[in-house]
């Protein structure tokens, strides 16, 4: 097996799980809106200033097709955080099929991206944190009949 398909396959099984536990616990949904953001825009900073085969800024050699593609791709990575704004999942499904979608399309190209993409998958799963209840009160006590 290829480091590729090892690094196509992981990565989107292992936002599998986390977003598997995510929907369990409040506190990883809470955690998994931000990843995604972070390393796709570390990813594009990468990519802007050091990246590439010969330690060149591996954007600038793109066309404006593909520089449109990388800007999609790293704006779709925001998804999970309009999710936990708007209080659904739909923007962060709706990231996760596009951003499927365009890493088949272009898979060598968009492979540093597939980790960025399966936090998204992640957070679609487990679907947005919510809001906090405050702290618990004691119940009343029960009056006798």
Known sequence: MTLLAV????????GV???IVGASFRRVRQVLVWP???????VLVYG???GGPNRSAYIANLDVM????????????????LSARVS?????????????????SFTLGLAPWVPAASCVLAAAIAGPPGKARGAPT????????
């Open 88 to 104: 659904s999942r739909a923007p962060s499904v709706v990231a996760t099929i596009v951003l499927g979608l365009l890493i088949l």
């Open 66 to 81: 593909a520089v449109g593609v990388v800007v999609v791709v790293t704006v779709l990575s925001l998804a999970p955080i």
């Open 138 to 145: 004691p119940e009343a006590p029960r009056e006798k009949r």
């Open 48 to 50: 802007l200033f050091a």
């Open 17 to 19: 799980i986390a977003g």
């Open 36 to 42: 995604a953001a972070v390393y796709s825009a570390g």
């Open 7 to 14: 690094w196509m396959a992981g990565f989107p099984v292992l």
